[in-house]
């Protein structure tokens, strides 16, 4: 019997290999319904060659277009309240042009955190510490191309296949 040391989990072992990407020429109301749609948390935002140019998250759509929206609705309740209707309707049908007209590229995080293929857990976990906002992480080869993702519940799931925290009678 030899005693070897255990394999090193790598980020390629516990990472999400199928990713769903976007351009960043998509509408912001597209890539909101996928990353509804599907319950995901963030999307990596890559060129045509796959190369990560950024991430769109959650916390990008909530935080970048509620300011908008909130002057928004403050131009709408200041020409309300000033009874100036037409100039209500013509704020509304402005600010709605506006928002829909917003793309990826005008929200998204143009610097995201990224790990390497080859890097070990401890880095992703450390990642996860470090980074309190950042879910998912892309993984990327050599040439920055996504090849994967990982996110907090990649790195959980190891727990629940150990079947931690079940209650068996």
Do not use: C, W
């Not at 191309?145 to 068996?168: A, E, M, Q, T, W």
Request: hydrophobic fraction near 40%; glycine fraction near 2%.
């Amino acid at each position: 019997m030899t005693d070897q040391a255990p394999k090193k989990v790598l980020v390629r072992d516990v990472m999400t290999k199928e990713v769903v990407s976007i351009s960043p020429d998509m509408s912001i109301f597209e890539a909101a319904k996928i990353i509804s749609e599907h319950n995901f948390d963030g999307l990596p935002v890559t060129d045509k060659e796959n190369h990560i140019i950024g991430i769109l998250t959650e916390y990008d759509l909530i935080l970048r277009t509620s300011t908008a929206n909130a002057t928004f609705l403050q131009k709408i309740l200041s020409e309300v309240y000033s009874k100036q209707t037409d100039k209500a309707r013509d704020a509304v049908e402005e600010n709605a042009r506006e928002i829909s007209s917003l793309k990826v590229s005008d929200i998204m995080n143009r610097e995201p955190l990224v790990l390497k293929d080859d890097a070990a857990f401890d880095e992703v976990i450390a990642a996860f510490i470090t980074h309190h906002r950042v879910n998912p992480i892309p993984i990327v080869d050599s040439d920055n191309k996504v090849v994967g993702i990982v996110s907090r519940f990649d790195v959980l799931r190891p727990l629940n296949l150990l079947g931690y925290g079940s209650h068996k009678k």
